[in-house]
């Protein structure tokens, strides 16, 4: 099993940067496809970005590409999405997920662990 805490959210202008982080526990935080997920307040849980195992092959929502780049560190247990030109529709509680299964995947329910979230609110 792995636990996972994210950190990084906050209040920030249109056009600013955030840089999310997600802390997993367990000694194979290697062997786990780690990806973002967000819910926009009112609507539902969506795919932002997917990482796999060894850091290469990335995939984001289209929204995001270009502006989001996601990130991983498996010698900390750490994952990242480092965020730029956030626009007021980036607004959302983020959440990182992970899964043992060796194939990316942006569907919500394809991934057994999920942190708390962190919220993300990007003023206009």
């Known amino acids: 099993q792995v636990q996972l805490v994210e950190s990084g959210g906050g209040l920030v202008q249109a056009g600013g940067s955030l840089r999310l982080a997600c802390a997993a526990s367990?000694?194979?935080?290697?062997?786990?496809?780690m990806a973002w997920f967000r819910q926009p307040p009112g609507k539902e849980r969506e795919f932002v970005a997917v990482?796999?195992?060894?850091?290469?092959?990335?995939l984001y929502k289209n929204s995001v590409q270009g502006r989001f780049t996601i990130s991983r560190d498996n010698a900390k247990n750490m994952m990242f999405l480092q965020m730029n030109r956030l626009k007021p529709e980036d607004t959302a509680l983020y959440y990182c997920?992970?899964?043992?299964?060796?194939?990316?995947?942006?569907?919500?329910?394809?991934?057994?662990?999920w942190g708390q979230g962190t919220q993300v609110t990007v003023s206009s």
């Open positions: 990482v796999g195992r060894s850091g290469s092959g990335t």
């Open positions: 997920a992970a899964d043992e299964s060796p194939t990316r995947s942006d569907q919500r329910d394809y991934y057994d662990y």
């Open positions: 367990g000694r194979t935080f290697d062997q786990y496809i």
